[in-house]
């Protein structure tokens, strides 16, 4: 499983342009589904031109062998043999973590991550489980939700889990050169709130948070500001509490 994701986070360290989005849906029950879509097709036709036929099954053929469709991580660390755990905490977060390769024209085009119908109780596995696993997770994942409300604390809109998933070694000089590599690979990082019901009122202000119909918020993310530390936002409350319908 490990070898699989880290080709995924090797494609990463090497893009020039790319986009991503992702969507929390809110249930009623109190769980939630993600999915982020990881667009990498500027960066993949660019090092297809650039290499020549005789290298690029070499070269991208490792990508080729990533499933096309939503595939578990267990599943995939059973089929490289590579389930090294019988915890059942483990195991139970690893079939609701899926993954899939995404292709246009039959080639590369990006890659994508669900985890599916978490319910509150699912969250401390998760955060176990990616101490060691850096999966690419909006924070916003982690957002206490009850089935009704919503709390959002805004100091959770950052991207330190793209930059652990990317950075390979956690040295002082790794650090000092991670902030200029996400403005310089990552041109759009957005992500979608969208709720089974309807949206009854919203406490708290933040610029990059807005809502975009009575169902759904979205968060966009501006890299200049979150990277620059004189950035000066006109709204950055703390603590924003969205309450739907019943």
């Known amino acids: 499983m490990k070898k699989t994701i880290l080709l995924f986070l090797i494609s990463l360290i090497m893009l020039q342009s790319c986009s991503v989005n992702s969507e929390i849906v809110y249930h009623k029950d109190s769980a939630l589904t993600y999915v982020t879509d990881i667009d990498t097709r500027e960066f993949m036709a660019e090092m297809m031109a650039m290499t020549p036929d005789s290298l690029k099954q070499k070269e991208f053929g490792e990508m080729d062998k990533l499933p096309t469709t939503w595939t578990s991580l267990y599943d995939l660390a059973k089929q490289e043999g590579k389930l090294k755990t019988e915890n059942p905490d483990t195991i139970k977060i690893m079939k609701k973590v899926l993954m899939k390769s995404i ?26 489980f990616t101490k060691e696993e850096k999966l690419p997770l909006d924070q916003n994942v982690y957002s206490n939700w009850d089935g009704k409300n919503l709390t959002i604390n805004t100091d ?8 652990a998933a990317i950075r390979t070694k956690s040295t002082k000089e790794d650090a000092e050169k991670m902030e200029g590599m ?32 009575d169902y759904s918020i979205r968060v966009e993310y501006d890299l200049k500001t979150l990277y620059n530390k004189d950035g000066k936002f006109k709204n950055a409350d703390k603590k924003i509490t969205i309450v739907t319908e019943q």
Not at 103 to 108: D, L, S, V
Not at 156 to 163: G, I, Q, R, W, Y
């Open 103 to 128: 292709k246009e024209n039959n080639k590369p085009a990006g890659i994508s991550f669900k985890i599916e119908h978490f319910t509150p109780e699912d969250h401390q596995s998760l955060k176990n």
């Open 156 to 163: 959770n809109f950052n991207l330190k889990p793209l930059e």
């Open 182 to 213: 996400m403005m310089m690979f990552f041109k759009n990082i957005a992500t979608t709130l969208r709720f089974e019901n309807k949206i009854k009122s919203i406490s708290g202000k933040h610029d990059w948070l807005k809502q975009i119909d």
